[in-house]
């Protein structure tokens, strides 16, 4: 072989292991925290609800979820949108206004969905199980989603 076959075969092995070891760490940084798990599977926290209850207790906190889900993706959009605009060499202030304006809107609309699903599930909850329920559901709602484009 010759020199020139040698360097395009190292070249091609060093890239290879940097795009393995890329991989790798890319998989190992978007494991879900320890302590999120109960929420991505949907369960509950002990409760002394009957099994109409708990179904209807799951079915709003996992349509939250994908309505989260999908606003927050509209969200980093937006967010995109904004950090597009103001790359540009003569941005436009009037258009960033409205991208902010709606960026607002878009969270504010956000925030009143979880008020409203925890104001729901409370609904539901003997007055002794509302705190402890309505402080997981809480802690939950800020951890990210897993997948998507949208990941903190």
Sequence with gaps: MNSRTVKALLIISILFNIFFSIGFLHQKIRKPPAHASHFFKSEIPDLNLNNESKLKLLDL?????????????????????????????????NNLDILLNSLNQLENELN?????????????????EKLATLS?????????????????
């Design 61 to 93: 906190i996992n349509a939250f979820k994908i309505e989260e889900a999908y606003k927050k993706e509209l969200l980093f959009d937006k967010r995109s949108r904004i950090i597009d605009e103001l790359a540009k060499p003569q941005p436009d202030f």
């Design 112 to 128: 009143r969905s979880f008020i409203d699903l925890l104001i729901e599930t409370s609904l539901l909850l003997e007055e002794r």
């Design 136 to 152: 997981f559901i809480s802690r939950s709602w800020l951890i990210p989603l897993q997948g998507g484009r949208y990941e903190k």
